[in-house]
């Protein structure tokens, strides 16, 4: 049998099997066009009929990062296909997405997360306003703040469920790691910007390592690091996107108080999403004032075996002693013991009302 020269034969036999990073860079490019071009043509990922709506998008999402076999990490791999997905999605149509802004605030960080950059993000100036974006058909959802792990409740948020007749579409859950940033040392920080939550979760280290310093609480954190940026003897807490986005040093990392600091945004709509087998669903209702109203209202919840995942008491304005409840339970609002629990509780509300049902999310960093 003939032999082969030594060095030839094997090396283009190892030239077959590993390709140049090159040569992957533009196969990568070419899946990701093929891929949309077969998007366009088909419902959903996994090759059905038509487009796919975002929350089976999502569905999608999560059993390929659950499949990743590494090394990358699960993040960096939903981050690119999130990009893959909404990329492909706004060739056919443009999502709209309200958000807290400026830039680059955790309310950012938190639609990116849930619609990616391909999206048209629009920043407002306050929660409400994210709330009229979506209710005058500006835009067809907002992210908005509506819990922390810290400080609880945010209070806007839950106010504007009372006032407008919008949905909970789907939920973000955003582990918060709190930076400070400037640009003078530490030794000339004479002020710190940020919003009232994030100054409220890093007190005790302001107070240990800055003491004296006053705080002063804005609108968002992406407005505390743009004051920062401009305004002598100023520091912002905020998020490292935003140090990087404005120019800032980041002083000090991770800051906040409690370590597993976590805030959960909602994803508003004009609907609830599709149920999904992992869903939850929000109502907010009111009941007399008197004796155990509250404890036969949550009986109704018990009766029905469903689990109370969240509750939250808000004041009525100008009604003293009377309050409105937030409640989330789990299963979706069409699920037969959801029906049945919310309409025991309709009749003996004085005013009811189904905030959305949603698939169930987890932290993501």
């Given amino acids: 049998m003939a032999k082969s020269k030594p060095g030839k034969s094997g090396s283009k036999s190892s030239a077959r099997r590993s390709p140049s990073l090159a040569d992957l860079d533009r196969q990568i490019v070419q899946l990701m066009n093929q891929r949309a071009e077969q998007a366009s043509r088909l419902a959903s990922p996994d090759g059905g009929g038509g487009l796919a709506s975002p929350e089976r998008e999502e569905e999608w999402l999560n059993q390929l990062v659950a499949q990743n076999p590494g090394p990358l990490s699960e ?36 639609a990116i997360h849930r619609f990616g950059q ?100 804005v609108t968002s954190t992406s407005t505390a690091a743009q004051l920062a940026r401009d305004k002598t003897g100023a520091a912002a807490i905020a998020s490292i996107q935003a140090a990087v986005h404005y120019g800032l040093e980041v ?12 805030t959960r945004f909602a994803v508003i709509g004009n609907e609830s999403a599709p149920r999904t087998g992992r869903d939850k669903t929000a109502l907010m209702f009111e009941v007399e004032h008197r004796v155990g109203a509250l404890a036969d209202a949550t009986a109704v919840i018990k009766r029905n075996r469903l689990n109370m995942t969240w509750i939250e008491s808000f004041p009525v304005p100008d009604r003293p002693g009377a309050y409105l409840f937030f409640v989330e339970i789990e299963g979706h609002e069409r699920d037969s013991k959801v029906r049945k ?19 169930r999310a987890e932290p993501l960093e």
Wanted: charged share 25%; proline share 4%; aromatic share 6%.
């Fill in 75 to 110: 993040r960096c791999v939903r981050a690119v296909l999130r990009e893959v997905f909404t990329g492909t999605r706004v060739l056919r149509e443009r999502i709209r997405v309200a958000y807290l802004g400026p830039a680059y605030s955790y309310s950012h960080l938190a």
């Fill in 118 to 217: 391909s999206a048209e993000l629009v920043p407002v100036g306050g929660i409400a306003a994210v709330f009229e974006e979506v209710q005058r058909g500006h835009a067809r959802y907002g992210v908005v703040p509506l819990e922390n792990s810290t400080d609880g409740r945010v209070a806007d948020t839950l106010e504007m469920f009372t006032r407008l007749p919008l949905r909970i579409h789907g939920e973000v859950q955003l582990r918060i790691h709190h930076h400070l940033m400037a640009k003078c040392p530490r030794a000339e920080i004479q002020e710190v910007y940020s919003r009232p939550q994030a100054l409220s979760q890093c007190r005790n280290w302001l107070a240990r390592h800055l003491p004296g310093v006053r705080t002063v609480e």
């Fill in 251 to 262: 002083l000090a990392e991770k800051i906040e108080d409690n370590t597993d600091n976590v």
């Fill in 341 to 359: 629990a919310t309409a025991a509780l309709q009749r003996r509300a004085l005013r009811f009302e189904i905030l959305g049902s949603y698939e």
